[in-house]
C-alpha cells in the first residue's frame, strides 16, 4: 500500500447536492418539508390501520409493513443530508458511513420484497376472490412479511461485512448527499472482487426474484382481463391493482433511472432523489387518495378526536 493509501480511514467527505451557495436554504426548506411530510403521512397509514379494525386485513397488513419501510428508508438519508445542509459540515464518521450503507441496504431489500408479496395479494385478491382469505390466512402473512425482513437482514449484513474488510484511499471524497455501496467500493484500494461477486449473485437473484413475482402477477392478471374483456372486468382490476401498479411503476422507474443515468453525475443524483425521498413520500397519498377504506378509516377517527375535544 503506496503512501496515497491508508488501511484505517476516520471519516469520509460527502460533497451532497449539487447547488449554489445561495440555494440552499430553499433547498433545506425543501427537503424538511418533504421529509416531515414522509414521517407524516406513512405513520398516519400505520396509525389507522392499526386502529381501524375493517383495515386487518392481508392488504393493509403487508401495506403498514411498506409504509414502516417507506418512512425508515427515507429516515436513514435525509436527516443527515439535512444535518450537513445545516452545519456545513460534510463529514461522516467511519462507524456512521458503514451502519448508513447497512441500513440502506436494508430498507431497499424490505421495500423490493414487500411489494412483491403485495403483488401476490392483489393476484389472489382478483383472481381467487372467494377463497381469498383461506389463501392468505394470518399465519402465511406473518410468514411473507417476516421473511422479507430476515432476508433483507441477511442480505444487509452480508453486504456490510464484506465492506468492512476492506482499505480506502485517502482521497475518500463522494459526490452525493448519501452512501451507496457501490460509491464506497469505488474508493477502495483492495481487491474488491468478492463484493462484486456478491452484488451480482446475491443482489442479482433478490431484485430480479421479487421483479418476477411481481410480473408474473400481473400477467395472471391481465391474461383473465382479456379472456373475459369487459368495462366491469377493467374498472375491478383497476380498483383492485391500480395503487400498487402506480407503487410499482414508480418504484423500479426510479431505481432503473439511477442505473441508467449512472454515469451523469446530476441525473444520477437526482435519480436518487425521487427514490429515497419522493418516491416515499408519494405512497401514502397514492394508497390514500383514491382507497376508500383509507379515507373511511381517516374520517372516524377525525370524528373520535372531534367528540373527545367537545366533550372536554
Same mark, same amino acid.
Given at each position: 500500500m503506496g503512501p496515497e493509501n491508508q488501511s484505517s480511514v476516520s471519516e469520509f467527505l460527502l460533497l451532497g447536492l449539487p447547488m449554489? &451557495?445561495?440555494?440552499?436554504?430553499?433547498?433545506?426548506?425543501?427537503?424538511?418539508?418533504?421529509? $416531515? =411530510?414522509?414521517?407524516l403521512g406513512n405513520l398516519l397509514i400505520i396509525l389507522l390501520i392499526r386502529l381501524d379494525s375493517r383495515l386487518h386485513t392481508p392488504m393493509y397488513f403487508f401495506l403498514s409493513h411498506l409504509a414502516l419501510t417507506d418512512m425508515s428508508l427515507s429516515s436513514v438519508t435525509?436527516?443527515?443530508?439535512?444535518?450537513?445542509?445545516? =452545519?456545513?459540515? &460534510?463529514? /461522516? !464518521?467511519? &462507524?456512521?458511513?458503514?451502519?448508513?450503507?447497512?441500513f440502506y441496504i436494508l430498507f431497499c431489500c424490505v421495500d423490493n420484497f414487500l411489494l412483491a408479496v403485495m403483488a401476490y395479494d392483489r393476484y389472489v385478491a382478483?383472481?381467487?376472490? #372467494?377463497?381469498?382469505?383461506?389463501?392468505?390466512?394470518?399465519? +402465511? %402473512?406473518?410468514?411473507?412479511?417476516?421473511? @422479507?425482513?430476515? #432476508?433483507?437482514?441477511?442480505?444487509?449484513?452480508?453486504?456490510?461485512l464484506l465492506l468492512v474488510r476492506l482499505s480506502f484511499y485517502v482521497n475518500n471524497t463522494i459526490s452525493h448527499?448519501?452512501?451507496? #455501496?457501490?460509491?464506497?467500493?469505488?474508493?477502495? %484500494? !483492495?481487491? /474488491?472482487s468478492l463484493n462484486d $461477486? *456478491? /452484488?451480482f449473485t446475491v443482489g442479482g437473484l433478490f431484485s430480479i426474484l421479487p421483479l418476477c413475482i411481481i410480473l408474473g402477477s400481473y400477467v395472471r392478471i391481465g391474461t383473465i382481463i382479456l379472456r373475459v374483456p369487459s368495462t366491469k372486468g377493467l374498472y375491478k382490476a383497476f380498483s383492485t391493482c391500480? @395503487?400498487?401498479?402506480? *407503487?410499482?411503476s414508480l418504484y423500479y422507474g426510479t431505481i432503473a433511472s439511477v442505473y441508467f443515468f449512472s454515469s451523469w453525475d446530476s441525473k444520477y443524483?437526482?435519480? !436518487?432523489?425521487?427514490?429515497? *425521498?419522493?418516491?416515499p413520500m408519494l405512497n401514502p397519498f397514492i394508497y390514500?387518495?383514491?382507497?376508500?377504506? /383509507?379515507?373511511?378509516? +381517516?374520517?372516524? %377517527? *377525525?370524528?373520535?378526536? @372531534?367528540?373527545?375535544s367537545v366533550a372536554q
Open positions: 449554489r &451557495p445561495g440555494q440552499q436554504r430553499w433547498f433545506f426548506t425543501l427537503f424538511l418539508g418533504m421529509y $416531515l =411530510t414522509t414521517v435525509v436527516p443527515k443530508m439535512l444535518m450537513n445542509m445545516q =452545519t456545513q459540515n &460534510p463529514f /461522516i !464518521s467511519y &462507524p456512521e458511513c458503514i451502519s448508513q450503507v447497512c382478483f383472481c381467487h376472490p #372467494l377463497h381469498y382469505t383461506t389463501i392468505l390466512r394470518e399465519g +402465511l %402473512c406473518v410468514l411473507l412479511v417476516a421473511g @422479507s425482513w430476515i #432476508l433483507s437482514c441477511g442480505t444487509a449484513l452480508t453486504h456490510t448527499f448519501f452512501y451507496e #455501496l457501490t460509491a464506497l467500493l469505488k474508493l477502495s %484500494c !483492495s481487491d /474488491i $461477486l *456478491v /452484488i391500480g @395503487s400498487h401498479l402506480f *407503487v410499482v443524483i437526482t435519480a !436518487s432523489v425521487m427514490y429515497t *425521498v419522493v418516491t390514500s387518495l383514491r382507497n376508500r377504506d /383509507i379515507k373511511q378509516a +381517516l374520517k372516524m %377517527c *377525525v370524528r373520535r378526536v @372531534s367528540v373527545k
